[in-house]
């Protein structure tokens, strides 16, 4: 299984979080766990919260909400818009966390091809304000998104 | 007719714009003027430039595109989605030139109700980079937004 690192930054002083990762996997692989609503919900996030997808409309226009379910029944609701999905590229989207309601972020997911059918992800989002990023650093995103990718990574193994 | 000012900012080192414009008419109006579509291609952008509508769906989850035509018959088209649109309160959307493809912005107007039905207006556009955002100041986008006001003052006028 692929230990890849998962590389978060976040630029004193200025509203970003930038996120690298490769994936041992073609390009075409990893476009379909981003877009694809059934692969989605068997990686995005830490692997303690269950998903409920309530819709993912991966399309130029689209739109998506779920809920993160903790083991003890806690639902944490997550909805956004999809800017513009280009396929094998790039994924553009608004984020935003019922539970710190009108605090957006916009997000683009661009898919690089490497050698050896590998892919390289880069994630830039950026929020409304530096508190708001710096929020969302605190909230332990990086966690469950190291956690998250791990689970893509067994995912596309199966595929 | 009003002379209200328009005030735009663009904080040094950070990828913002920020716009407080006021208006003479009450909060409900200026809504109707935002989101519906036979009205904000009366006052949307400068005067010298028509706006032909492709689509213009506000509603969270909707989204938009329209091209702004010269008295030359050149196009600059001009697309996005909504992530929210709350009645007579604020409204959320992505914001993409298609001269300028994959730099996108994010844009929430927020509408705010002020003594003798009169309302306020402030919009804060996040940009995914400070060069983006400083690009989007030399297109000279203060003088369009400015126009465009003036004109949505003259359409609030006969509502």
Redesign the interface.
Known sequence: MSTNPTTVTAPE???YIDVVRELDAPVALVYRAFTEPDLVRRWLGPRSLEMELDHYDAR????WAYTHRDPEGNGYGFH?????VVENE?I?Q?F?FAGYP?H???E?VTLEALDGDRTRTRT?A???S?EDRDGMVASGMESGLTEGYERMDELLATL
Chains 1, 2 share one sequence.
């Open positions: 002083g200025l509203p130029s226009g689209g739109s956004g818009s999809f800017h513009s790039s553009t608004t935003e009108g957006v972020s916009l683009t830039h950026v929020y409304q530096v």
